[in-house]
């Protein structure tokens, strides 16, 4: 049957209205109105998951301050809780990083607040050697402060840690001398053990700072202040804004999490290489890290007391320019989540496990993927970052 021209025509004009129903554009300035919606949404979760950082750190210091005045294996237990409970929100922070913003700028603590690995040698005995690390060396350092421990952080090599929650958590569990458990660190080396009225000095004084450094972050982010980091972010050109953000989880998902975090361990198979090795609480670093990415890119942050931070996010702007990009992004971060929440407990069994390295493996991609997308994603949009770690 022949075709006429008004036909033809109609059909041609059907055709275009279908594209264009399925691929949505933005006028430039509802584009941009939708990227600034989403930076703010970032900084309100930003704000709220500092806040929460620095409660349980709160509660963190409240516990090591009732373990120290009365010291027991029941305090004991509570402190570790305690800090194990405080790194569930701080984990999720990392993806707020990589930028140049108040954490990690020039200025910025993160170094005094999360560095690892932690050799714990620097620190206080270990295992064949009972008169090693600060706590031991009378004669060197005789008084302990807090600006003396900073001062000594990362001093002489990268793994010198000398404060921050790895301190932390070497001070409440010790070495990590077990095959399927954590550090057994006893009670009594707060009470009768050679310099354990130092020891407890070092303690109360590393996890003070720690509050403090987090209080800071806290003050940087907050919405009522007029001077600070948040009202700068968000008075930046909303490309630069989503730009940052899409730096901050591209560089974590792809080199930090994916790369130095997992892989390296994975790689080696050696449990120094892990983040949280004393406790054996890797795996769940590894989650919330994972946690902090998908929260950034959704725009939906669950707090600690259960109520939901959420808005316009970074999902908005990339379905507005690219829904099937938005789409295969998505999906990734499902299949990513699954991964790394069935690597097995605890994580340095599970790199040397046959059983288990497969998974890992799985994983390491899968994130390394969501970084890849994180980039193309910036170029849908017309910027390009960078998902190396910064030099």
Request: proline share 5%; hydrophobic share 40%; net charge negative.
């Amino acid at each position: 049957m022949k075709v006429t021209r008004p036909t033809l025509l109609s059909l041609l004009l059907l055709t275009l209205l279908v594209a264009l129903s399925a691929s949505p554009i933005l006028a430039q300035d509802e584009l941009a109105t939708l990227k600034q919606e989403a930076a703010a949404t970032y900084a309100d979760i930003v704000f709220a998951s500092y806040q929460d950082a620095y409660t349980t750190a709160l509660d963190l210091q409240t516990a090591i301050d009732s373990f120290l005045d009365a010291p027991s294996d029941d305090t004991l237990q509570a402190a570790r809780a305690a800090w194990l409970a405080a790194r569930e929100p701080y984990g999720q922070t990392e993806a707020f990083r990589f930028y140049g913003g108040p954490i990690d700028d020039a200025d910025g603590p993160e170094g005094l607040i999360n560095a690892w690995p932690l050799d714990e040698v620097y620190i206080d005995y270990v295992d064949g050697d009972p008169d090693s690390g600060i706590i031991q060396d009378t004669t060197d350092y005789p008084d302990l402060d807090a600006e003396l421990l900073e001062s000594l952080n990362e001093s002489g090599a990268e793994e010198n840690i000398s404060v921050g929650y790895h301190a932390v958590e070497f001070l409440l569990w010790g070495q990590d001398l077990s095959a399927d458990g954590p550090g057994a660190r006893p009670f009594t080396d707060y009470t009768t053990a050679p310099n354990a009225e130092r020891r407890a000095a070092y303690l109360r004084l590393v996890t003070d700072r720690l509050v403090e450094h987090l209080d800071y972050l806290v003050s940087e982010w907050d919405p009522t202040a007029e001077d600070n980091y948040r009202a700068t972010f968000l008075a930046l050109p909303p490309d630069d804004a989503i730009s940052a953000i899409l730096t901050g989880i591209g560089v974590l998902s792809k080199s930090e999490l994916a790369g130095e975090r997992m892989f390296t361990a994975y790689d080696n198979r050696d449990q120094e290489d892990e983040h949280s090795c004393f406790s054996d609480n890797t795996h769940r670093d590894i989650v919330n890290n994972f946690n902090g990415i998908r929260n950034v890119y959704s725009g939906h942050y669950t707090r600690v007391d259960g109520s939901v931070v959420e808005g316009t996010s970074l999902a908005s702007v990339i379905e507005a320019v690219d829904p099937d990009l938005n789409a295969t992004v998505l999906e990734t971060l499902t299949n990513a989540d699954t991964l790394v929440n069935s690597i097995p407990a605890p994580f340095d069994q599970a790199i040397v496990s046959d059983d288990s390295r497969p998974i890992i493996l799985a994983a390491v991609f899968s994130l390394m993927d969501l970084g890849d997308l994180f980039a193309e994603s910036a170029s849908e949009l017309g910027l390009t970052i960078n998902t190396a770690l910064p030099e």
